[in-house]
C-alpha cells in the first residue's frame, strides 16, 4: 500500500499543523491585497486597516464554517479549521491593536479613549467620543479572543470537560458582534468630523455589509434547521411506537 501523504490525517484532512500553515499562507496573501488596494493611503493606516481587515475576514470565516456544516453536508471535513481560522483571526486582531498603539495614540492611552490635549490649558479634554466607545469595544472583543484562542485546543477541552469547555467557547458570538460594531464604527462614523475634510468612502464598506449579512443568514438558517429537526424528533416520541400487528 502506497503511504499515508504528509500533512494528511488518515481520514483524508489536513493535520493541524498543515492547517496552520494553510492559513497563515491565506492570510498573508490577504493583506498584501489589501495593502496593494489603498496604496494611495498613509503607511501606518494601510497597514494597520489591512490586518485589521483580513482579521475579521478570518473570524467570519470561522463563525460561518458552523452554519454552512449543519446546512451542507459537504461542508462537514471543514469544521476543524474553524479553530486556525479563529486562532489567527485573534492573532492579526493583536497586531491590528499594537499598530493603533503605536502608531496612531503613540502609547498615549488617554488619546485611545478619544482624549487630546487642550493647547490652551494643557489638559486632556474629550474630543472623539465615537473613538472612545469603539475602542472600548474592541478592546473587549480583544479580551474575548485571548480566551477564546487559549481555550481553542484539545488540553483545554479535556481540563475544562465538554460542558464548561462549550460555555466558554459561546464567547464566540459576543466577540463577533463587537469586533463588527468596532469595524462599523471606523467604516460608517469616525472619518466624518464636521471640522475635518472628509476623505473618500472606503472600498470594503459594502463588501463588509454583505459578509456580515452572510454570516448572520447562514446561523439564521442553521438554528432553523435544527429546530425543525429537533421538533419532528419530538413529535415522533410523542406517538411512540407503532402499535404491533397482531
Do not use: C
Not at 494611495?40 to 470565516?61: C, K, P, T
Not at 454583505?210 to 413529535?235: D, H, P, Y
Amino acid at each position: 500500500m502506497m503511504r499515508r501523504l504528509v500533512g494528511r490525517e488518515a481520514n483524508g484532512r489536513f493535520d493541524w499543523k498543515t492547517r496552520h500553515l494553510i492559513v497563515i499562507a491565506i492570510a498573508a496573501l490577504a493583506t498584501y491585497g489589501f495593502l496593494l488596494s489603498r496604496s494611495e493611503w498613509s503607511e501606518m493606516h494601510r497597514w494597520n486597516r489591512a490586518i485589521g481587515d483580513v482579521s475579521l475576514v478570518l473570524v467570519a470565516v470561522s463563525m460561518a464554517i458552523g452554519p454552512l456544516s449543519r446546512l451542507f453536508p459537504v461542508f462537514r471535513t471543514a469544521v476543524p479549521w474553524r479553530r486556525e481560522f479563529g486562532i489567527h483571526g485573534v492573532l492579526l486582531g493583536t497586531a491590528h491593536a499594537v499598530i493603533i498603539l503605536v502608531g496612531w495614540v503613540n502609547f498615549d492611552l488617554m488619546r485611545l479613549f478619544g482624549y487630546e490635549v487642550h493647547p490652551v490649558t494643557g489638559e486632556y479634554v474629550m474630543l472623539q467620543h465615537g473613538f472612545a466607545l469603539a475602542n472600548v469595544l474592541g478592546i473587549a472583543a480583544l479580551l474575548y479572543a485571548f480566551v477564546l484562542a487559549a481555550t481553542s485546543n484539545n488540553w483545554s477541552q479535556r481540563l475544562l470537560g465538554g460542558s464548561v469547555w462549550k460555555f466558554v467557547q459561546q464567547g464566540t458570538y459576543v466577540f463577533w458582534m463587537l469586533s463588527v460594531t468596532h469595524t462599523a464604527y471606523f467604516l460608517f462614523l469616525h472619518f466624518q468630523d464636521f471640522h475635518r475634510a472628509v476623505p473618500e468612502p472606503n472600498w470594503v464598506r459594502m463588501p463588509f455589509v454583505g459578509l456580515v449579512l452572510t454570516v448572520i443568514a447562514l446561523q439564521l438558517a442553521a438554528s432553523m434547521k435544527t429546530w425543525r429537526l429537533k421538533s419532528g424528533n419530538a413529535a415522533v416520541l410523542a406517538k411512540g411506537p407503532p402499535p404491533r400487528q397482531a
